[in-house]
């Protein structure tokens, strides 16, 4: 399993936002999708083996997250505006601490970076950071991974702060500071080719999207 984290700082927490506008009312939403995609989309495929999770942490209603579960997804187009549109109808929820689910493979709870962690207690918990050690090195040792990255400010020192206190481990997928959505795309890969090595097949699903991608 492969779980990834993208914080949101100023994602919004309600599905008032157009999808016309991702980037500016939504509070730079389209980083998240970004996100998304390159988590999930395979060429002709999806990645079942991963889940992805937005920790929204805009106005109006902080802090929520949203999951998409790649072993359940349904309805997910790779461009930008299909995945705004499940993240809005998850918004449109009244979110509990508890999971509900808004559509297939798509989840919505209230929660902070915390709560995530606590959920991920046990696992590899590795925190993207440009100077961090190179994945490259450590590729063949990572098994059951959760990748957390930030969104175009990065990660605040508090967050920082409790990434390090639950045990993650900071790492790089290169020297230059680069959009998180090409990280998790530099992430899969390494892993990819380490399983290709040892001759694990992909936990795909071919055919899944509804558009010729
Ligand atoms: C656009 S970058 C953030 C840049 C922001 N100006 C900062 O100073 O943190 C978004 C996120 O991608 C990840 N990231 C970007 N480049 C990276 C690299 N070369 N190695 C590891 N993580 C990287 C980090 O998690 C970062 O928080």
Same mark, same amino acid.
């Given at each position: 399993m492969r779980d990834i984290v993208i914080i949101g700082h100023k994602a919004m927490t309600s599905g008032d936002f157009s999808l016309n506008d991702l980037p500016g009312s939504a509070g730079r939403m389209?980083?998240?999708?970004?996100?998304?995609?390159?988590?999930?989309f395979l060429s002709?495929?999806?990645?079942?083996?991963?889940?992805?999770?937005?920790?929204?942490?805009?106005?109006? %209603? @902080?802090?929520? &997250?949203?999951?998409?579960e790649g072993m359940y997804l349904r309805?997910?187009?790779p461009d930008e505006r299909s995945s705004g549109s499940l993240i809005q109808k998850a918004l449109q929820k009244e979110a509990g601490e508890k999971d509900i689910r808004s559509t297939p493979g798509v989840w919505v709870r209230r929660g902070d970076l915390k709560t995530l962690l606590k959920q991920f207690e046990g696992r590899t918990l590795l925190y993207l950071r440009e100077d961090g050690k190179d994945i490259r090195?450590?590729?063949?040792?990572?098994? %059951? @991974?959760?990748? &957390?990255?930030g969104d175009h400010t990065g990660v605040t020192e508090e967050e920082e702060k409790e990434l390090l206190e639950a045990g993650a481990e900071?790492?790089?997928?290169?020297?230059?500071?680069?959009?998180?959505n090409h990280c998790i795309?530099?992430?899969h890969n390494e892993l990819d080719r380490v399983e290709a090595e040892a001759g694990e097949g992909l936990e795909a699903e071919a055919g899944t999207p509804s558009v010729e991608d």
């Amino acid at each position: 399993m492969r779980d990834i984290v993208i914080i949101g700082h100023k994602a919004m927490t309600s599905g008032d936002f157009s999808l016309n506008d991702l980037p500016g009312s939504a509070g730079r939403m389209d980083i998240l999708c970004r996100c998304v995609s390159a988590s999930l989309f395979l060429s002709f495929g999806m990645r079942r083996d991963v889940n992805v999770h937005l920790l929204l942490l805009g106005e109006p %209603d @902080p802090a929520k &997250i949203v999951r998409f579960e790649g072993m359940y997804l349904r309805y997910l187009n790779p461009d930008e505006r299909s995945s705004g549109s499940l993240i809005q109808k998850a918004l449109q929820k009244e979110a509990g601490e508890k999971d509900i689910r808004s559509t297939p493979g798509v989840w919505v709870r209230r929660g902070d970076l915390k709560t995530l962690l606590k959920q991920f207690e046990g696992r590899t918990l590795l925190y993207l950071r440009e100077d961090g050690k190179d994945i490259r090195e450590i590729a063949r040792e990572i098994k %059951d @991974p959760v990748f &957390i990255l930030g969104d175009h400010t990065g990660v605040t020192e508090e967050e920082e702060k409790e990434l390090l206190e639950a045990g993650a481990e900071i790492i790089s997928v290169g020297p230059i500071s680069l959009h998180s959505n090409h990280c998790i795309t530099l992430i899969h890969n390494e892993l990819d080719r380490v399983e290709a090595e040892a001759g694990e097949g992909l936990e795909a699903e071919a055919g899944t999207p509804s558009v010729e991608d």
